[in-house]
């Protein structure tokens, strides 16, 4: 499993490296002008001019280097503590608020939602923002692109196993930044499927029953009823406030357009419909909603599919589909590729992406939480052994390499167990507890 673990969050990064190249490019005839190749296959050295004020916004993007759909996948990650809890706080007044310092081809919605949040007095749960978009204002509320679904793979990782949590955990991370239903109900469709894809093997997957799955666990996957919250009721009062339509509605509206594209998305994957035309169809070609949490998400899920005995091929594909979001869609398909396969769907040429060795050990920090390494605060009898993953903050994960088991005549009842860990931060440490007996 834990190869897995690595290879979802690897091929999400190689995937956003790959797409980050073809970002604004509509026609392999730019691509070549760009780039100076036909077709994307590998990472390249190129450089990225970004129309602005200034004149010298031209900067060299080197092999194999990602963008915010990695970068803000790894923000969460750092926002998820080793005892198994997120801290959305942490998230969204040091991570986000910081993120536009160095964020790379970040959207509108989530640059805004990082300036704002740096006013003291708001808080995750009341970062109501504006910002402008081709010259336009657009409210928070209206806010339904796919920077929530492109960063919750960790989310995922971390609570598999625990569907309540991972939902909960999504739409508090989803509202520091986004407050349209589609943003919300994108990840949860896309959480669904790489929690389903978790809980089967390679053996036992078929896109037919993933498929099934969607559709008969979509109405509870992506309802939402911890509104009893106080965080989610006072984000809820905000957002109502002289609204015409209050959430909850669109909500409901948002819920039935999504179940009508995933019958969309079933009849192009089963039957012989072309991809480009089924990608239409789910809107990831139109002008204006091709960028929606939803319509890249199921957009995702069909290129899988499509490409399901072909990883590397579905992530080319994507990444060279031109006129359509191609770098999210590719992340998601990548990401899930990961999560099947694992490592052996990466091959040799992409190994290289950036950051490689830290998104392993981020990877590997998710694995641990999700399997509940025991705290050593918690232990309380000789229950350990050599060999065996413990917790201690601030150190994080560690391994024991020594365990003794010593009489004490302090107490009767218990002896003195001293563990040597070995932490995967390169501390090391000797713990003394006494123990029940």
Avoid at 34 to 41: A, L, M, S
Avoid at 61 to 67: A, D, I, P, Q, T
Wanted: proline share 2%; glycine share 6%.
């Amino acid at each position: 499993m834990i190869s897995r673990y690595k290879a979802s969050l690897k091929l999400l990064a190689i995937a956003d490296a790959l797409g980050y190249m073809s970002e604004g490019i509509d026609s392999q005839e730019d691509l070549k002008k760009k780039i100076g190749i036909d077709k994307i296959e590998t990472f390249h050295k190129w450089e990225n001019h970004k129309p602005g004020r200034f004149q010298d916004n031209k900067f060299t993007v080197n092999e194999g280097e990602y963008s915010d759909v990695t970068q803000m996948s790894l923000a969460v990650a750092r926002s998820i503590q080793y005892d198994g809890e997120m801290d959305h706080n942490y998230f969204a007044k040091r991570e986000l608020a910081n993120w536009d310092k160095y964020e790379r081809c970040g959207g509108n919605t989530v640059r805004g939602a990082s300036t704002n949040i740096r006013k003291k007095q708001v808080k995750w749960n009341t970062n109501f923002h504006e910002h402008k978009r081709k010259g336009k204002t657009r409210d928070y509320r209206n806010c339904g692109a796919n920077g929530v679904a492109m960063r919750v793979l960790p989310i995922v990782l971390a609570f598999h196993k625990n569907w309540h949590k991972i939902k909960d955990n999504i739409f508090a991370n989803a509202i520091v930044t986004h407050g349209h239903p589609r943003a919300i109900i994108g990840a949860f469709l896309y959480a669904s499927v790489l929690e389903y894809i978790l809980d089967n093997s390679l053996d036992t997957f078929t896109c037919k029953k993933l498929l099934d799955h969607i559709s008969s666990n979509y109405d509870d996957d992506c309802c939402i009823p911890f509104f009893r919250n106080a965080d989610y009721k006072e984000w809820l009062s905000i957002w109502d406030k002289n609204q015409a339509k209050v959430f909850k509605d669109l909500y409901s509206e948002i819920l039935d357009e999504t179940r009508n594209k995933l019958d969309i998305l079933k009849d192009g994957i089963t039957k012989s419909k072309a991809i480009e035309e089924t990608l239409d169809d789910l809107g990831c070609t139109q002008s204006g909603i091709k960028r929606y949490g939803t319509s890249t998400i199921l957009g995702g899920i069909l290129m899988f599919c499509k490409y399901i005995d072909k990883p590397e091929q579905g992530i080319i594909k994507t990444v060279n589909t031109f006129n359509t979001d191609k770098k999210v869609i590719a992340a998601f398909a990548g990401s899930l590729y990961g999560a099947l396969y694992g490592e052996s769907a990466i091959p040799d040429k992409w190994k290289n992406v950036q950051d490689a060795q830290y998104i392993e050990t981020v990877a590997s920090k998710l694995f641990d939480i999700s399997n509940n390494a025991k705290l050593i605060s918690d232990i309380v009898t000789d229950c350990v052994n050599v060999g065996d993953k413990v917790r201690f903050e601030p150190h994080g994960v560690g391994i024991i390499k020594r365990k003794d088991l010593v009489e004490t005549k302090r107490f009767k009842n218990k002896k003195m167990l001293m563990i040597f860990v070995e932490f995967e931060s390169g501390q090391s440490c000797q713990f003394k507890k006494y123990v029940n007996i």
